[in-house]
């Protein structure tokens, strides 16, 4: 079982940053493929960022390139999420998300990963 704990939400200015953080208990954190997603209410969960155990292997939705850098450090089983130059449309409950399926896996799926996190809230004010 993986046991997935987010913090680092909050509420920021728009054009501020936050970091998010996520820590996995699992025993062999680099096996796993990480996301983030994210869900403002009212919508569906969407996919953010992925990155696998290379953290050089990074994926992002269009609307994070550029603003958004997903890392990891497998050494402290974390997983990071930078968010700069935030926007009001930013704001929602984000979740850290790990699979462990292998490289033919829509990494944008939410359906694709079998553990969530319990979600931090980011509010982005205008």
């Known amino acids: 079982q993986v046991q997935l704990v987010e913090s680092g939400g909050g509420l920021v200015q728009a054009g501020g940053s936050l970091r998010l953080s996520c820590v996995a208990s699992?025993?062999?954190?680099?096996?796993?493929?990480m996301g983030w997603f994210r869900q403002a209410p009212g919508k569906e969960r969407e996919f953010v960022a992925s990155?696998?155990?290379?953290?050089?292997?990074?994926y992002y939705t269009n609307s994070a390139k550029g603003r958004f850098t997903i890392s990891r450090d497998n050494a402290k089983n974390t997983v990071y999420l930078q968010m700069n130059s935030l926007k009001p449309e930013d704001t929602a409950i984000y979740y850290c998300?790990?699979?462990?399926?292998?490289?033919?896996?829509?990494?944008?799926?939410?359906?694709?990963?079998?553990?969530w996190g319990q979600g931090t809230q980011v509010t982005v004010s205008s």
């Open positions: 998300a790990a699979h462990s399926r292998g490289r033919t896996a829509d990494i944008t799926l939410p359906r694709t990963y079998s553990y």
């Open positions: 699992v025993s062999i954190f680099s096996a796993y493929t």
């Open positions: 990155i696998s155990w290379n953290p050089g292997d990074t």
